[in-house]
């Protein structure tokens, strides 16, 4: 069974920084792309960055500009999301998304794999 655990989340203010970790066990973690998007409260779910097996590639959301970084790190079965200089319109929750291909992809149809979503919440 496929697992994805997201944490990190939480209550910052706005210019601060938050890094969400998602552990994923019962997949070839090594071999699959990862990702990351987001759903804030009465917004369609988003995408916010993807990053391939081997880190080789990495993509993120037009709406981002450089503020984000998304980074693996397959020994730990782990991927990251570091989030600098935070705005309020960043206030959503944030999901995990695992593939079964190693090639990173930005829409949702390609996601395999969910975990339940950690909350980060910006006040201005």
């Known amino acids: 069974q496929v697992q994805l655990v997201e944490s990190g989340g939480g209550l910052v203010q706005a210019g601060g920084s938050l890094r969400l970790s998602c552990v994923v066990t019962g997949h070839a973690f090594s071999d699959a792309a990862m990702g990351w998007f987001r759903q804030a409260p009465g917004k369609e779910r988003e995408f916010v960055a993807a990053?391939?097996?081997?880190?080789?590639?990495?993509f993120y959301g037009d709406f981002l500009k450089d503020r984000f970084t998304i980074s693996r790190d397959n020994a730990k079965n782990t991927v990251y999301l570091q989030m600098n200089s935070l705005k309020p319109e960043d206030t959503a929750v944030y999901y995990c998304a695992g593939r079964s291909s190693a090639v990173a992809a930005s829409h949702e149809s390609a996601v395999d794999y969910w975990g339940q979503g950690t909350q980060v919440t910006v006040t201005s």
């Open positions: 990053i391939s097996w081997s880190s080789s590639t990495t």
